[in-house]
């Protein structure tokens, strides 16, 4: 097949007609718009309430993320970031995941006008890794003490569903010995962000292991998403892009990923996207979004748009946006990037968010090569404002009473999506507050964040690093050791004996 079938064969539209509402998507521009102009004078009263129902972790209605979205009082602004942060302590306590990115091909058929990978751009040096590359940037990020990553793919047929699946299977098999030399590291989690696929690619990368898919929509804007995407290429279609997520649980993902790439559109419309979409994923499966991306866009070689986009974020909408979105989608993870300055994403995390990554490269091949990016600025899709090593990321928040977890466990042990989440006709929302009304699901986590901080304070943190460290986790210690919920569901004994021989070397225990 030459490169203009491949690109023709891409798009099925079928697998966008099936999740329309008579001929519809979930995107209405004027209902959207309306309810932001609606909710123009919010009411105290009427914040407080709305502030009630998230720490009830309900999801909120868009008219009631319009009403937040409103808010300039600077004494509401205030109470709204107080109850962002009780939400996530109250979903997910102190714990903070780590991960980063593994970029394995910057390929692309696409021309998205911010993107340092989009195809016109001749100053970018084009490569696909070989598998034997992906073993090798695999080994040099879990010997910086990472366990979840996330692939990062162009859009190219030598970066199809095949390729994702091959380089999964050479991450997962990918393993180093211990500094202490009895147990071995190795990747436990692949999560992927790659183009929208067919059902039939998405149960590849199923059958291959994925955990979380993410997708970012860009904008959900239609109008502008059309000026940015050259109607004649796949990501064109903003359907076919609307629609990956609902397409991945179809194929039986469900654990998926969605954003939206702020500077390209007015933030409080795409926050209001976002909760659309949430909403048609909860109403359609049951199940809302795992995590919620709000990457900010940043300077990509040769793009103008990048640096001079009229939308972009300023810091102060940045801090908003992130509590809003806390707000009305209380169960969700959110996740902050290294695009982010070093300070900023320090204070951002307070706003509720639950993973972050550290010590990230986003050049092809940048890990094992050992390059920071100003050394190949043609091989990056833009510039990080955060390159800090893990380890440093990790002592600071230990310093500000944040846990670092690397649980996989959950998803090991099937307690992700409608798996964790299967009770027959409830909603999704219904169904996670039942599983956080029991507390379940926290409470494993608290111990894999412990057991999983424990293996990184042996292998990999700096002296400094463990001694900060060290002082956390015996506070995690007594804290478990005082929980009824441990002593009474007989998990205490199991949970000090893993703790003990992970301290002793032994490595991937798990609750
Ligand atoms: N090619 C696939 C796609 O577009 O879905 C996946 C990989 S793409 C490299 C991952 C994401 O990078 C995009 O979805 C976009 O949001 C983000 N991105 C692109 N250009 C960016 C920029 N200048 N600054 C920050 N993020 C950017
Ligand atoms: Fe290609 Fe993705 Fe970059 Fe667009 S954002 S040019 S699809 S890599």
Redesign the pocket.
Known sequence: MNMKEWVQQVIKPAEIEKYLVNGKDFIDEKSIFGNLEKYRQPDKQQVRDILQKSLDIKLLSPEETAVLLNVEDPGLLEEMREAALQVKKKVYDNRIVFFAPL?CS?L?V?S?V????RSDNCAEKRHVLTMEEVRRETEAMIDEGHKRLIA????HPQSDADYIADSMATIYATKRVTPTGNGFNNIRRINI????MSIENLRKLWRAGIGTY???Q?TYHPGRYAELHPANTI?GNFRW?LYAMHRAMDAGIDDVAI???F?LYDWRFEVMGLVHHAHDLERQFGIGPHTI?F??????LG?FV?ENSPYLVRDDAFRRLVTVLRLAVPYTGLIVTA?ERAELRREIINYGCTQTDASSKIGIGAYSEKKVQEENPDKV???LGDERSLDEVIRELAGDGYITSFCTAGYRCGRTGDKIMNLPSTPFSSKFMILLEKGVEGKFCKLNAVLTFREYLNDYASAETRRIGEQLIEKELQEIEGMSFFTDKKLLPTFLNYYKRIASGERDLYM
């Open positions: 970029y910057n692309c696409n998205c911010y993107c340092g990978f990062v793919y162009g859009e962000n790659a183009a929208p993410q997708v970012f860009e990501k892009r954003g939206a790439l500077g991306s990457p900010r866009m940043q300077p990509a793009s990048s695009r899709q833009f510039m």
